[in-house]
């Protein structure tokens, strides 16, 4: 035992012999300097990479962002090429509406002076009825085609307002006062128009009737078998009565030249 104790001693005086010894203590320094280097450029390195990564996955983002940007400006470019297609259509539309206008503008003044001329010939030819209101309504139609603060726009719809207005006569039955001429002496009356078929007259006191003789062009007495016709064509005029059936002379129009 003491042999075995012996030699253990000194084996382990020969190990720290040499870990003592200068020629191996240099060696392991290096060594660990050279494993902290490594360890320090490893990190180095992976710090690097980190930050490489970082900034190619925001390069990445930002090329794909992009990407989608170019994508939207195709499609807006291209809805900006058909909107500026549609614009050209439109101008040239508008361009051919302007001429068109041009024209237009210089044929209305000579077409409502036409459609005046028209209607004041054409009252002139119908039933005597509402002379007043409707002469008035004529004067007032010339006088305005000569004022230059009216617009030919406002013009035109006056004359078609007159047309439209005459045009509702045919289609309606009236009852009104007015006087008329009779043998020379002016007298009230009652007029009973039935659109533009006739024109009848009755006194106030029911004691003569009559009717306009479009052919002959005047005042023309009737027997005094139609007095209650017209009397009662005069109450259902004025919605006193309800609609009946009326049995009337009727003068045929002498046809126009």
Request: glycine content about 6%; some cysteine.
């Given at each position: 035992?003491?042999?075995?104790?012996?030699?253990?001693?000194?084996?382990?005086?020969?190990?720290?012999?040499?870990?003592?010894?200068?020629?191996?203590?240099?060696?392991?320094?290096?060594?660990?300097?050279?494993?902290?280097?490594?360890?320090?450029?490893?990190?180095?390195?992976?710090?690097?990479?980190?930050?490489?990564?970082?900034?190619?996955?925001?390069?990445?983002?930002?090329?794909?962002?992009?990407?989608?940007?170019?994508?939207?400006?195709?499609?807006?470019?291209?809805?900006?090429?058909?909107v500026l297609e549609n614009q050209q259509h439109e101008k040239i539309s508008l361009q051919k509406q302007l001429k068109t206008i041009v024209v237009t503008q210089n044929e209305i003044t000579p077409l409502i002076l036409r459609m005046l001329t028209n209607l004041e010939a054409f009252i002139a030819l119908d039933l005597p009825f509402l002379p007043e209101e409707r002469n008035q309504r004529l004067t007032k139609l010339k006088a305005m085609m000569i004022r230059a603060d009216v617009s030919k726009a406002e013009k035109f719809r006056r004359i078609i307002e007159a047309y439209q207005i005459e045009n509702e006569y045919?289609?309606?039955?009236?009852?009104?006062?007015?006087?008329?001429?009779?043998?020379?002496?002016?007298?009230?009356?009652?007029?009973?128009?039935?659109?533009?078929?006739?024109?009848?007259?009755?006194?106030?006191?029911?004691?003569?009737?009559?009717?306009?003789?479009?052919?002959?062009?005047?005042?023309?007495?009737?027997?005094?078998?139609?007095r209650n016709e017209i009397y009662n064509g005069l109450r259902i005029a004025r919605k006193e009565s309800a609609p009946d059936l009326l049995t009337l002379p009727i003068s045929a129009a002498e046809e126009g030249k």
């Open positions: 035992m003491s042999l075995f104790y012996h030699s253990a001693k000194t084996s382990i005086a020969l190990i720290i012999g040499v870990l003592s010894f200068p020629c191996f203590s240099e060696p392991l320094d290096d060594a660990i300097r050279i494993n902290q280097a490594t360890q320090e450029a490893a990190e180095d390195s992976q710090k690097k990479i980190d930050t490489l990564s970082q900034q190619t996955g925001s390069l990445l983002e930002q090329y794909r962002f992009a990407i989608r940007q170019t994508k939207n400006l195709k499609i807006q470019s291209k809805h900006l090429q058909q045919g289609n309606t039955i009236e009852a009104y006062k007015d006087e008329i001429d009779l043998n020379g002496i002016k007298s009230p009356v009652d007029f009973l128009r039935l659109g533009r078929v006739a024109l009848y007259y009755q006194r106030l006191d029911g004691s003569e009737t009559g009717f306009w003789n479009k052919k002959e062009k005047h005042w023309q007495s009737l027997s005094d078998s139609y």
